[in-house]
């Protein structure tokens, strides 16, 4: 890494072999930094209320604290990466700490092949100072792959609609184009950048920028991966809004021309 100062990677675990892999995977990868172990997530808890921790790989499943538990009790929490042997269990419970500093989901058995993300994604924040969410980036769990974890582009997003309990994230140049989620509309709606999007009707959220035009009730978001228009319907107190937008955003972009 280039930054010279070493980093304090902390490790919440109760299984013997975790903290061995952990140790060969930060020098296998040139993570500098002195790795400090702890079995019980209490005493865990009173060294990360009080000492720095730059990375945080916290088990989930543990006796006397789970990991989200440990999590919640932190005021201002590490980059944190969730370690489970069981990720379809944990995974739907994990959706409410996506705010909390939390990096990756992995499952323990495909640790090797996801620590180089893992890497990847903690420097980019760390180099960067750049918290979890931010103006350029959405962190979603996918729903069909469990410990999955994606950054989408929030430049990508053309809208959001919630169906019973997922959420279906569009995207204009994403494949798929289309994600499913198990956070609500709004949960998503606070981690996006203020001004940047608007409820159009109970179940729908766009993005802003991303619109086209818009006739009578009907906004354009844009195209599908088929290549036809994509209309949404709006309720009739936000049609005077969205026009007003859309002039605006056509006159800042007539100016930048």
Excluded at 24 to 37: F, T
Excluded at 79 to 105: C, H, M, N, R, W
Aim: glycine share 2%; net charge negative; aromatic share 10%.
């Amino acid at each position: 890494m280039n930054d010279q100062k070493r980093k304090k990677f902390v490790l919440v675990d109760d299984s013997v072999n975790i903290p061995v892999i952990i140790e060969h995977l930060l020098k296998v990868h040139n993570l500098d930094g002195d790795l400090e172990y702890f079995e019980n997530p209490e005493e865990a808890l009173q060294y990360l209320q009080k000492k720095h921790c730059d990375l945080l790989f916290l088990d989930i499943d543990m006796p006397q604290m789970t990991g989200f538990d440990l999590l919640s009790r932190l005021d201002n929490p590490p980059y944190t990466v969730i370690l489970t042997a069981y990720p379809l269990q944990y995974a739907e419970e994990s959706y409410a700490f996506l705010d909390k500093g939390i990096i990756d989901y992995i499952s323990k058995s495909s640790i090797f092949e996801k620590f180089e993300r893992v890497k990847e994604r903690f420097c980019s924040r760390s180099m960067s100072n750049a918290p979890m969410k931010n103006d350029d980036e959405l962190l979603i769990l996918v729903t069909e792959y469990p410990d999955k974890m994606t950054k989408l582009p929030i430049s990508e997003i053309l809208y959001f609609e919630q169906k019973d309990e997922y959420t279906y994230i569009t995207t204009s140049t994403s494949y798929p184009q289309q994600y499913r989620v198990r956070q609500k509309i709004a949960d998503i709606e606070k981690w996006l950048p203020a001004d940047t999007f608007m409820t159009i009707s109970k179940d729908v959220v766009i993005i802003l920028d991303r619109i086209v035009s818009m006739k009578n009730e009907w906004v354009n978001m844009g195209k599908n991966k088929d290549g036809k228009d994509i209309f949404l319907k709006t309720v009739a107190r936000k049609r005077s809004n969205l026009l007003r937008i859309i002039k605006e955003n056509k006159k800042n972009s007539d100016e930048k021309h």
